[in-house]
């Protein structure tokens, strides 16, 4: 049967996987945002975006429908929730999304969801799984390596070594990367079961996975900022 003789044209069964994105909390408007390069970079993978706002009242059921998470970039977590301690360069708290994302970040530890952590979404990971963030990175590793440009003109650029036995080098297909960077706080100590597997020249913690889990992913940097033209961070989306 075709079109040509009046029957229905083929039908495409293949559903793209559902991938949820977590986006950032109301602002002053009392609307959710997020950059459009996350949603680029999904559908270039070949995946259907679903933004993800904060205090989700059916978390349980939305997760279940999905096929992949990314915890998106965006303001620091309340140091509360780490016992860390105030610092005056902290900025865009929002306690609603610190719930709503510690609480996911749980659950798809526990179940297996494919999940992608990008720097905020990075050290929700770590928090949610018992680890604590380093405040203010110069105040711990000094000025060597710019993680961040202030005034944010233009995002920062540094190497990552990336542990060539990883399953991040594999996805990468390298040990070594120049990433975007738009970052002053990072993993201070570690979850248990988190695995550094990516690392500055100062020292600071890049990226960690976890152990046993069929694929979860934390980085440091912005891999959608230029995923439309770094092949290499696409791979992270493509995964």
Not at 172 to 196: C, E, I, K, N, Y
Not at 224 to 236: C, G, K, S, W
């Amino acid at each position: 049967m075709n079109a040509s003789n009046g029957s229905l044209p083929p039908t495409d069964w293949t559903t793209p996987p559902l991938i949820g994105i977590t986006t950032y909390g109301r602002d002053g408007d009392n609307k959710f945002a997020l950059p459009a390069e996350y949603v680029d970079a999904v559908r270039r993978a070949g995946g259907m975006p679903l933004l993800v706002p904060p205090a989700e009242p059916h978390l349980d059921l939305l997760l279940a429908k999905l096929d992949g998470l990314i915890l998106a970039g965006g303001g620091d977590l309340d140091p509360e929730l780490y016992a860390g301690s105030p610092h005056e360069t902290i900025y865009m708290v929002d306690p609603e999304r610190d719930r709503s994302e510690l609480a996911m970040a749980r659950r798809v530890a526990a179940d297996g969801k494919p999940t992608l952590g990008i720097c905020r979404g990075a050290q929700v990971i770590n928090v949610a799984l018992g680890g604590t963030l380093i405040e203010h990175l110069p105040d711990v590793v000094g000025h060597d390596v710019i993680h961040r440009i202030l005034p944010p003109e233009e995002p920062a650029k540094h190497g990552v070594q990336v542990d060539a036995a990883s399953r991040l080098a594999a996805i990468l297909q390298s040990d070594h990367v120049v990433p975007t960077s738009w970052h002053h706080q990072a993993m201070r100590r570690v979850a248990d079961g988190l695995t550094v597997v990516a690392w500055a020249s100062d020292g600071t913690v890049e990226a960690a996975e976890l152990a046993g889990h069929p694929w979860l992913l934390a980085v440091q940097w912005h891999p959608e900022m230029t995923a439309a033209h770094d092949p290499t961070q696409q791979r992270l989306f493509d995964a």
